[in-house]
Structure formats: C-alpha cells, structure tokens
C-alpha cells in the first residue's frame, strides 16, 4: 500500500481518541480482530443437514450416555465421580479422554439436567424439528469450540490456533493437505509468540503428530473429514456450523444464493446496494466474474466522477479487487476532478506509473473518505482506504477550508458536533466559518 494511504480503522482510531462518534454497526466495534469476508459456499439443504446431526459420533454418544446415565449423583463440579466415569468409558465403548467432552454437550444441550447433586434425563426432546435440530447443532459445536480455551485437542499451539485454522478449511472447499495447516499454524505462532529458533525445531517436529490428533478429534465431532486426495474438508455440518459462528463473529460469511442475486446487477445498482448494506463486499466477487475487468472498471468510474462520497467509497471497495488489467480506465479517471486523486492512488499502489499527489490532495482525500462516513453502511465503510492525516487530526482540520470539496463544511459540522475535545471542537468550528466564508466569496 503507497505511503499516502491507510486503513480506515488509524482514521477512527485518530477521532476516536479525543470523542466518540456516532454509534457504527456491531461488527465494527469489536476491538479484538478484524472483520474478513469469505467466499460463498453452498449449504447442503436443511432436512438433510438435521437427518445426519444424530450420526455424528460425539451426539451419538451424548444421547448414549444420557440413556446411560439415568438417575445418577455427581460430583460438586457437575461431572460423574471417577468411578461412573470409567465404568461409562468402558461399557459405552467411549474413549476416556472424550468422555468428559461428551458429557459437557449432554449437559449443556439438555440431553442431561443437574439438580442438586443428581444428574437425570434433561428437558431437550430427541423428536426435535429440522431448525429446531440444526439448533441443537449449533449449539454442541459452539460447546467443542468453547472447550479450546481449556484444552480440547491435547496440543496448546492447535487449540490456540484452532478458530484460525478452521475458517482456513472452510475457505477451501476442496480441502487443505495436513503439512500446509501445519505449515500455517508454525507461522502463527512464530509471528504472535517469537518463541525462539530451538522451541521453534521442537514445535516443527511434534506438531504433525498433534495436528493428526487435532483432526481426529474434530472428526469425532462431525466438523471433518478426509477427501479421496487426502486433504482435511469441512463435513457438510462443519460447513453450516462454522459459517455459523463466522457470522457471530462479525464476519461476511455468504451462501452463494445470497450472492448470485447481486451478480447480474448494473454497476450503479450494485453500488447502491453497497452504500445502504444491502450488499456486503462477498457480493462484489461474483459481480466482476460476470464482466471484464476494463468494463467493470470504465462502468464503475463513471459512477464515482459524478457520485457522492459515499459512492466513491463503494466505487473505491469494489476496485480495490482489480488488478492492472483495468489500468485503462482508471488512468482515464485522472483526467476527472472527482477521481483523479483516487486513480493516481490506484495506480500508484499497483506499481504502475502514476502522478504524483500533493499535502492538498491527501486533505482532499481525507475529506472525502470522512465525508463517506456519513453515507455508507458500516461494511461498506470497513473497506475504505483513506489518505494519512498529519500529524494531528486538529492540523487536518485546519488545511479543510483551502481544499475544493464539496462535503467540506458538512464534515467539519459533523467534527465539531461529535467531539467532545475542546480543541477538535474549537477547530473544527473555525475551520467551518472559514470554509463558508471562502465559499460565500466564490458565489460573490
């Protein structure tokens, strides 16, 4: 990415820091990672997916050990005394290190109820709906995901990594070979741990072996399993549950029916429905598949040199996937007052020869993407790219008024009205008077 450019997210940061601005969507507060897009995939269909929950060997066991269990006392801790848990392990047939697990999806699905010391048959109904059965599903792979945090696979760098390692998968539908999840998990852990060269050579060696085990495991839980080439997939349930919890977490997880509608759409409608959220950016893949890059870019140009602010930034998330191939277009659009800024910054970041931008155009530019702010939904904002500030947000402010834009004065207002810093506030609103002042001048 060119110097002149960064995300959005140092933008709000800068504002953020001194006041808070409006409330944006849920997915765009969450401060522990960033939201992802995914690709689309195809759900298998509700009753089939419902049919096969009860073949999953850990449900199978669940409701085995139900049955078995009957009225039983526990320990204080909610869980069978060691005696009835080895007697269940061995009459069941359940390995001793899952029967824990199996016994916390019983419990916490309703398969099992504790009272008083007693475990007996719970409140859950195994003559369950279709939605009321992927429900049920739902909610015993969020328990196995859970479980990560207190150990599930037997291997601290697997569990740590598992959530990454799992949306990988699912972003793969043909599968991933087990030496390039090991491979991917190595650089994770160097990168977020910087353990050392020697753990490092002790990790590389004893990771497959863990890894195997891992998978093993998350094939018992019905999330897994092995292709005829020998790649690790999403079992058609890890598929609908994953993308589940993806979308808990904030991310675009989209089925390819949620994204064909949008593929046929014009250039214009698909920004529309970019800018009022209708359409998330999963949708933008599939619309430039249908159409070449050159016409897609000419298309989406012409658009933003006569559009608003807030169609600028859809324009801007949507040509942010094209490559060189859509040079022309774009080097077209430095003859355009609106989008010349915006090609210089495209070409630029593609290595591609470009003019030059001066300390007013990134203003300009920071003028805009702020003034997008007010015009886009919060998954389109999320994929803004916006010109570095300065030093200050408060210097920004001051160089507004010299730059030809036409939102200037509405971001300035919208400044001076969301912060609470009196020097925000007390630039902002100079900085306001003085735009008008300039402009009334122009108009005289």
């Not at 010391?117 to 939605?131: C, H, I, K, M, N």
């Not at 012409?302 to 774009?330: C, H, K, N, S, W």
């Not at 210089?344 to 593609?350: E, G």
Request: proline share 7%; glycine share 6%.
């Amino acid at each position: 990415m060119a110097n002149n450019v960064f995300d959005l997210a140092e933008l709000r940061k800068l504002i953020d820091e001194q006041a808070a601005l409006p409330p944006r969507p849920p997915q765009e507060t969450r401060a522990d990672h960033e939201a992802l897009t995914f690709p689309p995939v195809q759900l298998a269909p509700d009753a089939e997916l419902a049919a096969q929950v009860p073949t999953v060997p850990l449900v199978a066991d669940a409701i085995r050990l139900t049955g078995w269990t009957g009225s039983r006392a526990v320990t204080p801790d909610g869980l069978l005394a060691d005696a009835d848990a080895a007697a269940a392990a061995a009459e069941l047939g359940i390995d001793p290190a899952r029967l824990r697990l199996v016994w916390i999806v019983a419990v916490n699905t309703g398969l099992l109820r504790i009272m008083r010391g007693q475990a007996s048959r719970g409140p859950l109904s195994l003559r369950l709906t279709v939605e009321a059965t992927l429900e049920f599903w739902d909610g015993v792979v969020m328990d196995v995901l859970d479980r990560a945090d207190e150990g599930l696979t037997g291997s601290a760098v697997v569990d740590e990594h598992l959530a990454e390692m799992l949306a990988t998968i699912y972003s793969v539908r043909s599968g991933v070979a087990v030496a390039n999840l090991a491979r991917g998990i190595l650089q994770s852990h160097e990168v977020a741990c910087e353990p050392g060269a020697v753990p490092m050579r002790r990790l590389a060696a004893s990771l497959p072996a863990e890894l195997l085990e891992a998978l093993s495991l998350l094939g018992y839980c019905g999330l897994v399993e092995q292709t005829g080439s020998g790649r690790t997939a999403l079992t058609p349930l890890g598929v609908w549950a994953i993308r589940r919890d993806l979308l808990r977490e904030g991310h675009d997880a989209p089925t390819t029916a949620e994204v064909e509608v949008f593929a046929d759409l014009s250039a214009a409608d698909l920004v529309e429905a970019l800018v009022k959220g209708a359409a998330s950016q999963s949708a933008v893949a599939g619309w430039l598949e249908r159409r070449p890059p050159e016409q897609a870019a000419r298309e989406l140009v012409r658009i933003a040199a006569d559009g608003t602010a807030g169609q600028r930034g859809a324009v801007g998330a949507i040509l942010e996937e094209l490559g060189p191939e859509a040079e022309a277009p774009l080097r077209e659009a430095l003859d355009l007052p609106l989008t010349r800024r915006y090609a210089a910054s495209w070409l630029h970041i593609r290595d591609l020869d470009a003019p030059p931008l001066s300390g007013e155009d990134h203003t300009w530019l920071a003028v805009d993407s702020l003034a997008a702010l007010m015009h886009l939904s919060g998954q389109a904002a999320g994929r803004l790219d916006t010109p570095e500030p300065g030093e200050d947000l408060v210097r920004l402010i001051d160089e507004m008024p010299a730059v030809d834009h036409p939102d200037t004065i509405a971001v300035l207002d919208m400044l001076a009205t969301a912060h609470d810093d009196p020097a925000v506030v007390k630039a902002a609103r100079k900085a306001a008077m003085k735009a008008r002042s300039l402009a009334h001048t122009k108009l005289g």
